[in-house]
């Protein structure tokens, strides 16, 4: 997949010139560089945004982001903060006026932006990430399923269960089972 950076600045064949001389000295070798933009060709590892900007910057250049990367980025590290296992769940939480709230902007402009990054919803995402974690805290630790729904904010270990089943395809004593079986079988062989 081609990486496209957007510049703000580049007005010339002279900015061109500047930004692609700066760029070699750090070994960025883009694709193409055109007025307003850099490619990078999928062969290239992951461009660094932060050192990209700070060596084009002192020449009148900056980054142009993208808002929607930026929101899906910002959900992502509270759904991680919120469902991580400590988050202190007050009475009647909902995520989503927590993730208004925190990001300053409506839910449902929040949501958009997210689908529109990711390809999925907030709650599609939202559910997978609490259900990778639980899979976690049944295998690495000894919490109840009942400790596990409470860390995980979920109103009851039934509503665990269910979200459990129909992501995975089975239920979470199932799953903790066929995960010791497995661990029996390799350590006879």
Do not use: W
């Not at 001389?21 to 932060?50: A, Y």
């Not at 991580?84 to 402009?109: C, I, P, Q, R």
């Not at 399923?145 to 409470?150: K, R, S, V």
Request: hydrophobic share 40%.
């Amino acid at each position: 997949m081609q990486q496209t950076v957007f510049v703000k600045g580049m007005v010339c064949q002279r900015c061109i010139r500047a930004i692609t001389t700066e760029l070699e000295k750090i070994d960025l070798r883009p694709e193409e560089v055109m007025l307003g933009e850099l490619r990078f060709s999928s062969h290239s590892s992951h461009v660094d945004l932060t050192l990209l900007n700070a060596r084009i910057q002192p020449l009148g250049f900056s980054i142009l982001e993208n808002k929607k990367e930026k929101i899906a980025s910002m959900v992502k590290a509270l759904i991680h903060h919120v469902y991580n296992g400590d988050f202190d769940f007050t009475e009647g939480f909902l995520f989503s006026v927590y993730l208004s709230k925190s990001m300053g902007k409506s839910y449902d402009a929040i949501s958009q932006s997210f689908s529109a990054e990711e390809g999925t919803t907030i709650e599609k995402y939202l559910i997978a990430h609490r259900i990778e974690k639980a899979k976690e805290f049944l295998l690495y630790t000894e919490y109840t399923l009942t400790e596990i729904a409470f860390k995980l904010g979920y109103s009851s270990t039934a509503h665990i269960s269910r979200q459990f089943k129909q992501t995975t395809g089975m239920t979470p004593s199932d799953f903790k089972m066929i995960h010791a079986t497995r661990i029996k079988m390799n350590s006879t062989l």
